[in-house]
């Protein structure tokens, strides 16, 4: 329990103290996913980033877009696209936005991150629930995943099976920490081929949507990139698979066995 918060509140109150380069990731990386569920293929994914101007300033702007496809969209349509743009020297988020559309329910949300103007605090403005003050170094869904790429998974090595680290993010207008339990590294079979993998069970609530704490796990390739490959939702119905499919623009050759 102790190593568990004290890696907690390292990573909440010290998100500077590793260096600003960034040697995971960079802008141009474009990676595509598929969803199946079984035998079905029911959508895809695609997480991209690029440099991009957000009031003047140069930013790295991600866009996670995920849609139905096929029968399963006209049975129920979705498309949800998720936005975040980032300082590129700290990392953090400038701007995330939550553009959603599943069925009939629609939700546009815009959340403007101000890390500067208090030293003890960030101050958040969303366009729905208007202004809250949250601890420093918060992020949102998108750039939580690449600050853990780049500031967590190369020390790997320092990181015992059972440990949880803890980010803080402001999720659907809401504070939502983001737990990631080490579980252990293994080779995976993905679209692509077989990776190398470290596997991290972030921790979920049990008995609304998951059987257990582990309803989701996340594979993130063990080489340089660190990238997602793989994501497997555990729920009452079944198991829905994110499963790795191109990608383009990586920093570094991604290790692979074709297949």
């Known amino acids: 329990m102790k190593k568990i918060l004290l890696i907690t509140v390292v990573l909440i109150l010290f998100p500077f103290s590793a260096s600003t ?3 995971a990731y960079k802008p141009g990386e474009k990676v595509r996913y598929t969803i199946h569920y079984g035998f079905i293929t029911g959508g895809e994914a695609t997480l991209e980033l690029n440099n991009d101007t957000l009031s003047g300033k140069h930013v790295w702007h991600s866009r996670l877009t995920g849609k139905t496809l096929g029968f399963v969209d006209l049975l129920f349509r979705v498309l949800d696209i998720y936005e975040s743009y980032m300082d590129p020297v700290t990392e953090l988020p400038v701007r995330s936005i939550r553009n959603i559309s599943e069925g009939n329910y629609k939700r546009y949300n815009v959340v ?8 003890d605090s960030a101050i958040l403005t969303s366009d729905i629930s208007g202004v809250h003050v949250t601890e420093p170094g918060i992020h949102d869904i998108i750039s939580c995943f690449y600050w853990f790429r780049n500031h967590v998974l190369p020390h790997i090595d320092t990181i015992k099976k059972g440990d949880v680290i803890t980010i803080m993010t402001w999720f659907t207008d809401e504070l939502y920490p983001i737990r990631m339990r080490y579980v252990e590294t ?3 079979k993905t679209r692509a081929g077989r990776i190398k993998c470290h596997k991290f069970n972030p921790v979920t609530e049990k008995g609304r949507l998951f059987k257990t704490e582990e309803g989701v796990s996340f594979w ?5 990139n660190f990238l997602p490959v793989k994501i497997r939702f555990d729920i009452f119905v079944g198991a829905f698979i994110v499963d790795l499919e191109s990608y383009e ?3 570094y050759p991604l290790e692979i066995k074709k297949k």
């Open 21 to 23: 380069q960034v040697s």
């Open 112 to 119: 403007d991150f101000d890390h500067k103007t208090r030293s």
């Open 186 to 188: 293994e080779e995976v």
């Open 220 to 224: 993130f390739s063990s080489d340089e």
């Open 249 to 251: 623009g990586l920093k």
